[in-house]
């Protein structure tokens, strides 16, 4: 049987969601109980593989038991052996060609700023800002990286591809906070947060919106600033 869940994390307790050699990562630790479930080896395959110290409201993981065991009941006992950090909202069968990563349609990433005084209990969870962004100019900015581009300046490692397309980015302000949301089809290590580097760039007048143009074309420009990873969450997969 294939099993689909969707689940939500806090990444400031993994060393990122990919199965790693001696550190506590996100896949490892539903392995680890997929495997007492199961009694027997079980991968899981996610949606997308976020870094350390990156939260998800909604990653999903698709996986294959050798028992037939109720979605309801299968939620029940995988919460409280992966519980407290990881939550699994949702759990449902699916058919045995889904698959959690190739069959997605869209992704939105949520970054988000804190502009307040210095927090400890937020540390984890938002990026420290020490001054007001102007975000005319980072929404002016933003409007570049829409469409379809090769986004090679802005990922990180080596692909064969670097194309992809983002639908959308939108900003949400609210007090002390700004959230920067970006929705596409799909998100390359490091893409959305050097995407928010660049922009905090431009707007801090440390870099021009030329740059961003020029880096989108191919052209050699000296690399954007890498936004934190604590602030970035993968909020949403559709399928």
Same mark, same amino acid.
């Given at each position: ?27 490892? /630790? ?11 080896? =079980? ?13 998800? /409201? ?31 909202? +949702?759990?449902?069968? =699916? ?31 938002? @990026? @420290? ?10 929404? +002016?900015? /933003?409007?570049? @990286? ?7 300046? @802005?990922? %990180? ?45 431009? %707007? ?16 050699? =420009?000296?690399?954007? /600033? ?14």
């Amino acid at each position: 049987m294939r099993y689909l869940i969707r689940i939500s994390y806090d990444g400031s307790k993994f060393y990122g969601f990919q199965r790693l050699k001696d550190v506590k990562t996100v896949q490892k /630790s539903l392995e680890d109980a997929l495997t007492k479930i199961d009694r027997g080896p =079980v991968v899981v395959k996610g949606a997308g593989r976020t870094d350390r110290g990156v939260h998800a /409201s909604d990653q999903c993981v698709h996986f294959d038991l050798t028992h037939n065991i109720p979605t309801k009941g299968l939620k029940e006992i995988l919460n409280k052996l992966v519980g407290p950090y990881i939550y699994v909202k +949702e759990c449902e069968e =699916v058919s045995l060609d889904f698959h959690a990563r190739f069959s997605v349609k869209q992704k939105t990433y949520r970054y988000r700023i804190y502009f307040g005084p210095f927090c400890p209990q937020l540390y984890d969870y938002v @990026f @420290f800002c020490p001054s007001k962004l102007d975000t005319s100019l980072m929404k +002016e900015a /933003s409007k570049l @990286f829409l469409g379809v581009h090769d986004f090679q300046r @802005f990922v %990180s490692g080596e692909r064969e591809n670097n194309t992809s397309v983002i639908y959308d980015i939108s900003f949400h302000e609210e007090e002390e906070f700004l959230d920067i949301i970006f929705v596409g089809k799909s998100f390359y290590r490091y893409m959305v947060r050097n995407i928010v580097g660049a922009l905090i760039d431009v %707007s801090l007048k440390k870099r021009k919106i030329s740059e961003i143009e020029a880096s989108l074309k191919g052209e050699e =420009v000296k690399q954007f /600033s890498t936004a934190e990873s604590q602030g970035l969450y993968l909020e949403k997969i559709e399928y």
